[in-house]
């Protein structure tokens, strides 16, 4: 026999509440911690300033090779 347990929980830890309903902005910052949430515009940033970065190395290293080109011919 199978059985399924009910357990009571405080309107606070359930989940599901963010997922149903406005919350104030405090019940809101837990829900966004509970289900692990992560605000990501800073790695979003340091990836852009990355790929900057790679874009500019190899502009700087076309620019080398055409130069040796040159130099050679």
Same mark, same amino acid.
């Given at each position: 026999?199978?059985?399924?347990?009910?357990?009571?929980?405080?309107?606070? +830890?359930?989940?599901?509440?963010? #997922?149903?309903?406005?919350?104030?902005?405090? *019940?809101?910052? %837990?829900?966004?911690? @509970?289900?692990?949430?992560?605000?990501?515009?800073?790695?979003?940033?340091? +990836?852009?300033?990355?790929?900057? #970065?790679?874009?500019?190395?190899?502009?700087? *290293?076309?620019? %080398?090779?055409?130069? @040796?080109?040159?130099?050679?011919?």
């Amino acid at each position: 026999m199978r059985q399924v347990i009910f357990q009571w929980k405080v309107t606070k +830890e359930i989940i599901a509440d963010g #997922l149903t309903k406005a919350l104030p902005k405090q *019940r809101f910052q %837990s829900f966004v911690n @509970m289900i692990g949430m992560v605000d990501i515009k800073e790695r979003l940033a340091d +990836e852009k300033q990355l790929e900057d #970065l790679r874009e500019s190395i190899r502009a700087r *290293r076309k620019d %080398s090779d055409e130069i @040796m080109v040159q130099l050679t011919h």
